[in-house]
């Protein structure tokens, strides 16, 4: 694995403003002839080419597995227009499969190195860059941009993104104005699966109606971890959980650093100590680590195949030529190679794109607590840590905040409270936060008996 | 080839490779890791099939390619001849090329490809057990201990594959569930063969009249209605599409993995991908 410093050796930028002949050949070939699987509105010309190379702006969100080979597609299929963001820097780990990522870069932000690659690569493509989370921009960034393609690694993120999309769109008299629909295409993998959807904001299934979906998170129930282990998972849980809180091996306060070679050590052996009391086998250095650090394995080719599964979405959409996937596709090369592909359809209540109001109901003197749990286990809204605030006597009181520890603790008494000692009535609006949407959502509270 | 000696995986390595060797194991990581592949070609399938194997960590790639940029690929007498040559070495051969929006791979692993499978351990439930419902009868399985099933799969040569005999009556009756792909391939490859490039769009005219017309010759030869591939067919295999390329580039590569670290059940022996579609089928085509 030679690694040095010497530029790559690639025609990048030296020739005159980047075009030859015959470059865009293989786009024009889908967009100035009519075909009997072009779009029905299509009409073929010259300029479908120009928008795409002059004109469209793309949104690659996460440079990372999915988004290098995004970059790479999107690159080589016209687009030069596109913004790139991702909050993390690069890890050694990430070189089985980030390509556009060399050693001598481990520790730099991925989008500005996945940026200045692409942009040396080809030439005339223009990659703008962005070390930060999608959390940091407001509206006035999404809306700058025709399409979006998110290549994210959390749940939690994308509908975040989702929620931000569907705060964009306006409705005249209650009907949704087409041209303030950004469509957003979302890739994700985990081994050898994967799947791409096409999503239309306010028109098709958003992230959030087909939340029932994903598969739920491994957390192992604590009387598994604490009295009756059966996988060596739950022997390294149980001291990651249990036992570092109580033996503080480090010191007071030292928390488990996943990163830290010294700690997983530790808990490696600890593990193993574990794991021979109830004759578990199969603790590894490996395995400690990839519990403790929550690793999901990865691979180049699912995601060279779900990313370019994406970008041909994005190609279709952008020059109209074609129909999208309609509208969600999976693939598993497991065992063989199985691939399937149906149309996600739209939840008639769905908390995030319906506008159907939501309904909480609950007795009078039911605890505040119980309402939180509700939105926190209920699964169409999985929230996370909900913070909901009512409008009393005129004035915006915060029931619970948990986000915040000075006003967590201030609000915390309130969980214990019924519903009728804070106050509220039937009827009621409650505005709820949580970091599963950028709108607070809101809520009529509807008293049963 | 892959190198006798077993291979060291190095710990900067295991860090770089622990994702995927978390997928396949460390031992499948060692075998990549002492294999050598030529891979022929370097259009866009084999720019992608290069990045996915480089990635998975082979110990060498040697890149042949005799065309210029933007001309053609293999033509199938070279395909063909290339395979009975590795045959003779007991060297497995992999071809694969895209068209437009439609993309193959083709795999001859030899008579003999032996690899292994990581099966769940399968407990045998007691038999003093009184209870004699349907569950007494199924076998019990036990996530946390797998075992390695040892298998073999035998492959034919990609001339046999490509000359399956449809005149009898076995083969027509099967033509139903055959993938229209198969006879798309070969039209393409007729036309590549006669005209030494592939279909390009300067010449759509000229190009796309010819392909009907090498789409009747083949289909009847066949013994078989031209009506099979339709008047259309000819509109969307110009040129190649880069996420087409991505996708069959991404599915060889993880054949070509799977092949060199001998695990996990190989592909047989075709894999026909449809852009348009998005739809991807596995199929096998040669003797029984």
Redesign the interface.
């Known amino acids: 694995?030679a690694d040095t410093d010497e530029p790559m050796v690639v025609d990048g930028g030296s020739r005159d403003g980047g075009e030859w002949d015959?470059r865009w050949?293989?786009i024009?070939?889908?967009l100035e002839?009519p075909?009997?699987?072009t779009h029905p509105d299509f009409e073929p010309s010259t300029e479908s080419l120009q928008f795409l190379l002059d004109t469209c702006k793309i949104l690659v969100i996460g440079a990372g597995g999915l988004g290098c080979?995004l970059l790479?597609?999107l690159a080589?299929?016209g687009f030069r227009h596109i913004h790139v963001v991702d909050m993390d820097t690069i890890d050694?780990?990430n070189?089985?499969?980030q390509?556009l990522f060399r050693l001598k870069d481990v520790g730099r932000p991925k989008a500005d190195i996945a940026a200045d690659f692409i942009n040396g690569r080809i030439p005339g493509c223009n990659v703008v860059p962005h070390f930060k989370k999608i959390q940091d921009f407001d509206e006035s960034f999404y809306r700058q941009f025709h399409i979006i393609v998110c290549g994210l690694d959390s749940i939690i993120a994308r509908r975040w993104m989702n929620g931000m999309l569907l705060s964009l769109l306006v409705y005249e008299d209650g009907v949704l104005d087409p041209s303030s629909i950004i469509p957003l295409i979302d890739g994700g993998t985990e081994?050898?699966k994967g799947n791409a959807r096409v999503i239309f904001p306010g028109m098709t299934a958003c992230i959030d109606c087909t939340l029932e979906l994903y598969p739920p998170q491994i957390n192992f129930p604590m009387c598994t971890i604490a009295s009756m282990p059966?996988?060596?998972e739950h022997c390294v849980e149980y001291v990651r959980m249990l036992l570092w809180p109580k033996e503080k091996p480090f010191g007071d306060g030292v928390g488990l650093d996943a990163d830290d070679p010294e700690h997983i050590q530790w808990v490696y052996q600890k593990s193993q100590e574990r794991a021979a009391e109830f004759s578990?086998?199969?603790v590894t250095y490996?395995l400690t680590q990839?519990v403790v650090k929550r690793?999901?394995?990865?691979?180049?080719?699912?995601?060279?195949?779900i990313?370019?599964?994406c970008?041909?979405e994005v190609?279709k959409i952008a020059s109209s030529a074609y129909i999208p996937?309609n509208n969600y596709?999976v693939?598993n090369?497991v065992?063989?190679?199985y691939?399937y592909?149906f149309e996600a359809e739209r939840k008639e209540n769905c908390s995030s794109c319906s506008q159907v109001p939501q309904d909480l109901h609950f007795s009078p003197s039911a605890k505040l607590q119980e309402v939180v749990d509700y939105l926190t286990e209920n699964a169409s809204l999985q929230m996370k840590s909900p913070a909901i605030t009512a409008t009393l006597e005129g004035k915006n009181k915060t029931l619970y905040l948990q986000t915040v520890a000075s006003i967590e603790q201030r609000t915390r008494p309130n969980l214990s409270k019924s519903l009728k000692e804070l106050g509220l009535l039937d009827g009621q609006e409650l505005a709820v936060a949580d970091v599963t949407t950028p709108q607070t959502l809101l809520f009529k509270l509807s008293f049963t008996s | 080839m892959i190198e006798k000696e077993e291979s060291i995986i190095s710990e900067e390595e295991a860090a770089q490779y622990d994702r995927q060797i978390r997928l396949w194991g460390l031992d499948a990581q060692k075998r990549l890791r002492g294999s050598r592949v030529l891979l022929v070609g370097l259009r866009g399938l084999g720019a992608e099939v290069a990045k996915n194997l480089i990635l998975a960590g082979v110990k060498g790639l040697t890149l042949l390619d005799h065309e210029q940029v933007c001309l053609t690929g293999c033509s199938r007498d070279l395909m063909v001849r290339v395979d009975q040559l590795c045959a003779q070495h007991n060297i497995k051969v992999f071809c694969g090329d895209v068209f437009g929006y439609h993309g193959y791979m083709f795999s001859d692993l030899g008579q003999e490809h032996n690899y292994v499978e990581e099966k769940p351990k399968v407990v045998k439930p007691k038999t003093d057990e009184s209870n004699d419902g349907p569950e007494a009868k199924k076998p019990k399985v036990d996530p946390n201990e797998t075992t390695m099933i040892k298998k073999t799969a035998s492959f034919c040569s990609l001339k046999v594959a490509l000359e399956v005999d449809w005149t009898n009556e076995k083969a027509k009756s099967s033509l139903k569930r055959t993938p229209v792909d198969y006879f798309l391939l070969h039209v393409l490859l007729k036309f590549r063969t006669d005209k030494g490039r592939d279909p390009h769009p300067e010449s759509f005219e000229a190009d796309a009249t010819l392909l009907r017309q090498i789409r009747d010759d083949v289909l009847e030869a066949m013994g078989l209605s031209s009506e099979l591939l339709p008047h259309d067919f000819v509109s969307y295999c110009f040129s190649e599409m880069a996420p087409v390329c991505a996708v069959v580039g991404g599915v060889l590569g993880q054949e070509v993995v799977k092949a060199l670290s001998q695990r996990d059940a190989p592909h047989k022996n075709f894999f026909f991908f449809d852009g348009m579609k998005g739809s991807g089928v596995v199929d096998y085509f040669g003797p029984k």
Do not use: Q, W, Y
């Open positions: 694995m015959g050949n293989h024009n070939t889908f002839r075909g009997p699987f080979e790479k597609d080589l299929s050694v780990s070189l089985n499969r390509f081994g050898f059966r996988l060596p578990i086998t199969g490996r990839g690793i999901i394995p990865a691979v180049a080719s699912t995601n060279a195949v990313a370019a599964a970008a041909t190609f996937l596709m693939f090369d065992d063989g190679l691939t592909t």
